[in-house]
DNA sequence: AAAATAAATTAACAGCGTTAAGTTATTTTG
DNA sequence: CAAAATAACTTAACGCTGTTAATTTATTTT
């Protein structure tokens, strides 16, 4: 079974090395831009071989934004373990998903923003952006049991929370042109205003 | 000079005619799905008179956010005139946001939400948006006015409510299926969450 | 070495946004 | 009232797009 290992392995390069392509291509260019033959080009294949690896373009990107999202919730992760202080994890958690958003516009964009075609449902429950979303549930949890917030309702508060950073996310992704304050501050108050309007 | 009129109302009627065909194809089966002959079909013309009124496709859709712009910016006017407190004509301005949203969640979806391409560089000084924007930032205004918030920034504090509102709004939107906890008291929650966090 | 299988390609289809040229209908002018 | 001018609209076409089916090339198994 040598062999057939050497092979699989084989199929499995060409498969991320269509995967890098495609992600370095959407997020220069965008989604709708980058054709199929234009991934293939950049990786020197013809454009039907991609669909011998992905089912078609939105699933291709779909496991894209899988990817990516799995490091976002171990980014978060990491991230949060760096402190003590349960307030402090919460708001450092907040601003990694912000960051990391923005970061990654064009697969925020389809994991959060844009709905997948539906032949597959594979919706928010299913994908590794709900694993990032326990993350900071998890947090919030610790801060109601130490009593740092108004309310004991963990679900409330932190769907609360995360409509607030999705809010701040989507719309400096989707709304380039509109005249925001300087970037950095406007996140920084968002955090500031959902951590003290949620505080006991 | 008569006759000029009754050509240019024609013309406008066409205009108009071709605008409320494509806002319901856009709504029903989404921006990128809906092509230019679909549009031509339903209204009984070729695709390319549809050019003879807009630039090209992304023009046609930014003159029907532009209308639903104008739609919003006016109910919230209209909302904030039944009080006299300033916080409470925030709150209620807040409300009436997402309350549009949620009750037009197809428009909302095509101007707030839905990816545009990169092209689709609008100015927004001249945009109905803006008015939209000017009406809850007059109402911070008048609350700073008051004393009644934590910093004089109105920009920043008006930039992170519409952060918020259009986070719960457009989440509530995008992700039905998602547990969430009950509607109106997630709602209600952001809302009290962003006002307590502006607060004094 | 032959047969079987896997991997990748070529050719093609139907549809897209958009442009240029041509046609029909309306209005203006002499 | 007819001819010229203009406005309104259509036809034909270009170069793209995602995707499928058939076919060729390369590798592995027998």
């Known amino acids: 079974m040598v062999s057939r290992n050497r092979q699989e392995s084989g199929k499995?390069?060409?498969?991320?090395?269509?995967?890098?392509?495609a992600r370095e291509l959407f997020v220069a260019e965008g989604y709708a831009s980058v054709s199929m033959r234009k991934i293939a080009d950049k990786i020197g294949y013809s454009p039907t071989t991609i669909y011998l690896y992905f089912r078609d373009k939105s699933d291709l990107l779909h496991q894209i934004c899988e990817q990516t999202f799995a490091h976002l919730a171990q980014n978060i992760k990491s991230i949060q373990q760096l402190s003590d202080n349960p307030?402090?994890?919460?708001?450092?958690?907040?601003?990694?998903?912000?960051?990391?958003?923005?970061?990654?516009?064009?697969?925020?964009?389809?994991?959060?923003?844009?709905?997948?075609?539906?032949?597959?449902?594979?919706?928010?429950?299913?994908?590794?952006?709900?694993?990032?979303?326990?993350?900071?549930?998890?947090?919030?949890?610790?801060?109601?049991?130490?009593n740092l917030l108004k309310t004991k309702d963990v679900e409330?508060?932190?769907?609360?929370?995360?409509?607030?950073?999705?809010?701040?996310?989507?719309?400096?992704?989707?709304?380039?042109?509109?005249?925001?304050?300087?970037?950095?501050?406007?996140?920084?108050?968002?955090?500031?205003?959902?951590?003290?309007?949620?505080?006991?």
Chains 1, 2 share one sequence.
């Open 87 to 146: 307030l402090e994890k919460l708001r450092s958690g907040l601003r990694e998903y912000v960051h990391f958003g923005l970061k990654n516009p064009s697969q925020y964009e389809i994991v959060f923003i844009t709905p997948l075609p539906h032949q597959f449902e594979s919706d928010f429950s299913e994908s590794n952006g709900k694993v990032a979303f326990d993350t900071m549930r998890d947090v919030v949890t610790e801060c109601v049991l130490d």
């Open 156 to 200: 409330l508060i932190s769907q609360t929370l995360w409509a607030g950073i999705h809010g701040i996310t989507s719309i400096l992704i989707k709304h380039e042109h509109f005249p925001f304050v300087e970037r950095d501050k406007l996140i920084d108050n968002v955090i500031e205003t959902l951590i003290a309007g949620t505080r006991a």
């Open 12 to 21: 499995e390069n060409l498969r991320q090395e269509i995967m890098d392509a």
